[in-house]
């Protein structure tokens, strides 16, 4: 069997690469260089990939930074200083939002597995943590899988490519207990929106990983600002 991974080199979707390994799939790994506000990310799936041998890894360049509207293919700051609490009973979609992304990076991951034979697509989203992201739901998924159905060839001669969202259910403390018992190097993952040489620990993205690790009672070995 044969998965393509979207592997952004976050916590997630690492955790995600790990679990599809452990269900026997060959891996694919498929990383964006969308113009997000730093290299780290790219750096970090090219070390993941490395620890988890794959078949293949393929980093696509897709400038998002072109259409631009959020924080994080733009100029507007990257909000800081918001509670775990606050985060979690947020209504309003966060700017960190990237318009349509998932339906984007989904498109060629699509694309990706028709041309390698893929027989799934894992994607490590979540929707526990972060409400607000339209396109982390669960409906969401089951809409796309309709359309990937649909729009290719294979899909047309019923041979479907299945799209896999393992961790969509499990809140930060969870994913990390499950990587941990698939031993994700977790130091080598980077969750920061904000980049730099240390992660901030102050961005939405820090403060969720930071309360996740202390929930699961296990420590984050990766540096943060002070
Ligand atoms: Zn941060």
Redesign the pocket.
Known sequence: MKAVVLLSGGLDSAVTAYIAKAQGYDIYALTFDYGQRHRKEIEAAKKIVKKLSVVEHKILSIDLTQIGGSALTSDLA?P?GKSFSEIKSSEEIPVTYVPARNTILLSCALGYAEVVGADAIFIGANHMDYSGYPDCRPEYFAAFQDLANLATKRGIEGNYVEIKTPIINLDKKEIILKGAELNVPFELTW????GGEK?????D??TIRLAGFKQAGLKDKIKYNK
Request: glycine share 8%; aromatic share 8%.
């Open positions: 990257v800081q969750s920061c929106y904000v992660a901030c620990g102050k961005c993205s820090c």
